[in-house]
């Protein structure tokens, strides 16, 4: 449990959460469970936890014997203009949360531990999963997130990891990885947990202000009423073109786009056919970009 780092560190541990910081003890720590012949579940966050993440935790810790939360925050799926330094890093307010949960340990790498000198090796996943919708606008942003995944599930080794469907496009991507590259992990898909009103927890919500949050509920009721208009038989194309209008009108400064696709290739949909199809939509209100979905009933 407290085998001492190659650096001399040694895992510390606040009210039963372990802290590993490095891959030695981490790998010491994962090979202890294994030989117990206990189920290991892994929840990779950014940090800033809010009830989204818990959701993911709660569902690992119904499966699994032992959870490991990842806190990284990934440079290589920041663009150059994004918002990597002004991320929210709250490390000792999660760690609180960590241990309300009950959650086992927190991995918590640093960049030279993740990216040591010389690191030269990128997971690109294609086939159309990466190419458009937040791939189209986040150049790079989904190399790295499979990358960085990659070497987290190499790292912990665990029986079944946890993404939320939140970010639907990363989860369909992951999914894709793990099956391509035979990867033996179970890759949980966990629904979103929203506010009351509706918007989408996000760690990124914090940077709304205070006239931003209210705007920022229209996301979902636009695409819960543009997913009951293509139900109902609307054009796809018309109805995403009005629901990106609404978004204006509501006060969204920018929409990266609102699309509706297949549930599992992410292939633009002309209409809806017999196989699940799911609607998207990234916006930009103020500095915070904002993305939501959510699926789309099968016609039949
Ligand atoms: P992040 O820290 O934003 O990278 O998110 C870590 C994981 O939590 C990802 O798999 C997200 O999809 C998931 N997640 C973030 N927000 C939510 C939410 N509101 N509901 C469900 N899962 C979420």
Redesign the pocket.
């Known amino acids: 449990m407290t085998a001492p780092h190659a650096r001399g560190e040694t895992p510390s541990s606040g009210a039963g959460v372990v802290v590993l910081r490095h891959l030695g003890p981490l790998r010491r720590q994962i090979e202890a469970w294994r030989r117990e012949g206990l189920v290991i579940g892994l929840?990779?966050?950014?940090?800033?936890?809010?009830?989204?993440?818990g959701?993911?935790m709660a569902e690992a810790l119904a499966a699994c014997d032992r959870v490991v939360v990842s806190l990284f925050v990934n440079p290589t799926q920041f663009a150059p203009h994004e918002d990597f330094s002004a991320y929210p890093r709250k490390e000792a307010d999660d760690l609180r949360f960590l241990e309300g949960v009950g959650v086992t340990a927190l991995y918590a790498p640093d960049a030279e531990t993740m990216y040591p000198e010389g690191f030269a090796t990128t997971v690109t996943v294609s086939g159309g999963l990466t190419e458009g919708l937040c791939g189209a606008h986040r150049p790079g942003h989904f190399a790295g997130v499979a990358t960085v995944v990659a070497k987290l599930l190499n790292q912990v080794r665990p029986d079944r990891a946890?993404?939320?469907?939140?970010?639907?496009q990363?989860?369909c991507v992951v999914r894709r990885m793990v099956r391509d590259l035979d990867l033996d992990v179970t890759v949980e898909g966990?629904?979103?947990?929203?506010e009351g009103d509706g918007l989408?927890?996000?760690?990124?919500n914090a940077y709304l202000g205070p006239a931003e949050r209210a705007i920022a509920p229209e996301l979902y009721a636009t695409l819960r009423e543009t997913a009951r208009a293509i139900e109902g038989g609307e054009g796809v194309n018309e109805a995403t073109a009005a629901a990106a209008r609404r978004l204006l009108e509501a006060g969204f400064n920018g929409v990266d786009y609102v699309a509706c696709v297949d549930a599992e290739t992410l292939a633009p949909l002309a209409k809806i056919g017999v196989r699940p199809a799911r609607l998207l939509a990234a916006a930009r209100l103020g500095g915070c970009r904002l993305i939501d979905n959510l699926p789309v009933a099968a016609r039949p």
Do not use: C, N
């Open positions: 929840v990779p966050t950014m940090g800033a936890l809010h009830r989204g993440h959701a993911l946890y993404f939320g469907e939140k970010d639907y990363q989860l966990v629904a979103i947990v929203r989408a927890l996000s760690s990124r």
